[in-house]
């Protein structure tokens, strides 16, 4: 079982309104010395997989197809054994 920890934010260039009102909200607060806030998204994707290649090559797919737009987004990910997986044999 493996663990892919997905990023997808915007390209540089791209526009981030989110990003930016984020930026507004931080200074209206006080906090001093922020030139920008770029907002992405991040999903965790646990796979039944124990092929490090097929993996990645199964979440460069689920990336390029449905999670990041290409023309606009940027992805990259982790693989990842969970957090108390054991490596023992599954029945």
């Given amino acids: 079982m493996l663990l892919a920890r ?12 989110q990003g930016e009102a984020v930026a ?3 200074k209206a607060m006080g906090y001093g010395g922020i030139t920008s806030v770029r907002v992405g998204k991040y999903l ?8 490090r290649d097929r993996a990645g090559q ?13 023309v606009i ?16 044999a599954r029945p």
Avoid: H, W
Wanted: charged share 35%; net charge negative; hydrophobic share 35%.
């Fill in 73 to 88: 987004e940027e992805y990259r990910y982790t693989l990842e054994e969970p957090a108390g997986a054991s490596r023992e």
């Fill in 6 to 17: 997905i990023y997808v934010t915007f390209k540089p260039g791209v526009l981030d309104p």
């Fill in 44 to 51: 965790e994707v646990q796979l039944d997989l124990d092929d």
């Fill in 24 to 26: 507004g909200g931080l």
């Fill in 58 to 70: 199964q979440v460069e797919e689920m990336c390029r197809r449905l999670l990041a737009n290409p």
